[in-house]
T-cell receptor, first 111, second 114 residues
Framework: GDSVTQMEGPVTLSEEACLTI???????????LFWYVQYPGEGLQLLLK?????DKGSNKGFEATYRKETTSFHLEKGSVQVSDSAVYFCALSDHDYKLSFGAGTTVTVRA | DADVTQTPRNRITKTGKRIMLECSQT?????MYWYRQDPGLGLQLIYY???????NKGEISDGYSVSRQAQAKFSLSLESAIPNQTALYFC?????????????FGPGTRLTVL
């Protein structure tokens, strides 16, 4: 079945550092890929998505590129802020409109 | 106002009690979902509904039931709560129009079963 594996945390960074969270997936078809973010005490929010190979999703300075050849969708940000402290989830949808989530990566950014 | 609301936000109950968690949405979406979140496990799908007359089991439906009272309302019930159902529960919605798979989440209900 479909599955998502993402980098284990927690990750602790200093402000303005670079962030990369690795995500790889297994799917039988051609899924859509997502990054969701969960800020403390809140529900999940869509951060970015990509629906086909080589698409790049971007939002709030975060980027991720859909790499079919490596079945990956790594999340990157060049300069993090304290406000980026959150839990980040990689997810896929194999077009049956159900999401499969990774375990989540907790990121803490220190001033 | 939030598009997807959940009540209650926090609940503490005892083993064996019946509990209902409610979800309402104003997004006009046909599809609704219930997930549970456990530390280190991500989110797991409990039930989903693609319209008022459609109910489907997810990965972990045992011990849970749902009711889709209207397009905008989707309730999750624990008939006889047990401690390992202590978790954070999320409701989500998505739109069946167009090709997007994006789901929109409520703020969550933290349930503790003693």
């Amino acid at each position: 079945g479909d599955s998502v594996t993402q980098m284990e945390g927690p990750v602790t960074l200093s402000e303005e550092a670079c962030l990369t969270i690795n995500c790889t997936y297994t799917a039988t078809g051609y899924p859509s890929l997502f990054w969701y973010v969960q800020y403390p005490g809140e529900g999940l929010q869509l951060l970015l998505k990509a629906t086909k190979a080589d698409d790049k999703g971007s939002n709030k300075g975060f980027e991720a590129t859909y790499r079919k050849e490596t079945t990956s969708f790594h999340l990157e940000k060049g300069s993090v802020q304290v406000s980026d402290s959150a839990v980040y989830f990689c997810a896929l949808s194999d077009h049956d409109y159900k999401l499969s989530f990774g375990a989540g990566t907790t990121v803490t950014v220190r001033a | 106002d939030a598009d997807v609301t959940q009540t209650p936000r926090n609940r503490i109950t005892k083993t064996g009690k019946r509990i209902m968690l409610e979800c309402s949405q104003t997004k006009g979406h046909d599809r609704m979902y219930w997930y549970r979140q456990d530390p280190g496990l991500g989110l797991q799908l409990i039930y989903y509904s693609f319209d008022v007359k459609d109910i489907n089991k997810g990965e972990i439906s045992d011990g849970y039931s749902v009711s889709r009272q209207a397009q905008a309302k989707f309730s999750l019930s624990l008939e006889s709560a047990i401690p390992n159902q202590t978790a954070l529960y999320f409701c989500a919605t998505s739109d069946n129009r167009g090709s997007t798979d994006t789901q929109y989440f409520g703020p969550g209900t933290r349930l503790t079963v003693l």
